[in-house]
T-cell receptor
Framework: NAGVMQNPRHLVRRRGQEARLRCSPM?????VYWYRQLPEEGLKFMVY????????ESGMPKERFSAEFPKEGPSILRIQQVVRGDSAAYFC??????????????FGPGTRLTVL | GNSVTQMEGPVTLSEEAFLTINCTYT??????LFWYVQYPGEGLQLLLK?????DKGSNKGFEATYRKETTSFHLEKGSVQVSDSAVYFC?????????????FGAGTRLAVHP
């Protein structure tokens, strides 16, 4: 059973370009979480999605950032018009359900975004 | 709101030394508590967890006990190895929204020397 897949692993963009980060959850998992890790800091929650629904986007900047988790295909975190402050590692996690006792989240290897 | 506070690093130890990384939390209700480990250039791996007060999570020689009275979840290992060098994150599961959202501490970098 493959783990959580993220691609690309490394992404370099110039200021003003768009960044698209992909996350394929583990098989059987329908809940996806995105976290951002700034250099030398812990992970900060950005958004929680279920298939075709955004449940909580309270940690995501209101402008330039969007996320989706379509019925088919991976979850996408999209950053428009990137700025240097967007440089960070972006981690995706998945779980088989959103709540309850079996609430372990499994993390992908992350996408390291560098904005030049 | 819910939060996690970890001791600052880096922590530098010699091989076979005893390790303690302190973690305290603030939360409403009774969250689950976790320790994650991040090796250089990699994602996070769950190291251990505890879901209720007085539970002890353990894995690979690491242990942590959920202490409700002191709101703590300190990570310990009796004898560290060079391969334990990594960043360790304490986290709690915030269920205030009706689902599980992880709140992380800032992380503690551990360096173990031969």
């Amino acid at each position: 059973n493959a783990g959580v897949m993220q691609n690309p692993r490394h992404l370099v963009r110039r200021r003003g370009q768009e960044a698209r980060l992909r996350c394929s959850p583990m098989k059987g998992h329908s809940h996806v979480y995105w976290y951002r890790q700034l250099p030398e800091e812990g992970l900060k929650f950005m958004v929680y999605l279920q298939k075709e629904n955004i449940i909580d986007e309270s940690g995501m900047p209101k402008e330039r950032f969007s996320a989706e988790f379509p019925k088919e295909g991976p979850s996408i975190l999209r950053i428009q018009q990137v700025v240097r402050g967007d440089s960070a590692a972006y981690f995706c996690a998945s779980s088989p359900r959103g709540s309850g006792s079996y609430n372990e989240q499994f993390f992908g290897p992350g996408t390291r975004l560098t904005v030049l | 709101g819910n939060s996690v506070t970890q001791m600052e690093g880096p922590v530098t130890l010699s091989e076979e030394a005893f390790l303690t990384i302190n973690c305290t939390y603030t939360a409403t209700g009774y969250p689950s508590l976790f320790w994650y480990v991040q090796y250089p250039g990699e994602g996070l791996q769950l190291l251990l967890k505890a879901t209720k007060a007085d539970d002890k999570g353990s894995n690979k020689g690491f242990e942590a006990t959920y202490r409700k009275e002191t709101t703590s979840f300190h990570l310990e290992k009796g004898s560290v190895q060079v391969s334990d060098s990594a960043v360790y994150f304490c986290a709690l599961s915030d269920t205030s929204g009706g689902y599980n959202k992880l709140i992380f501490g800032a992380g503690t970098r551990l360096a173990v020397h031969p």
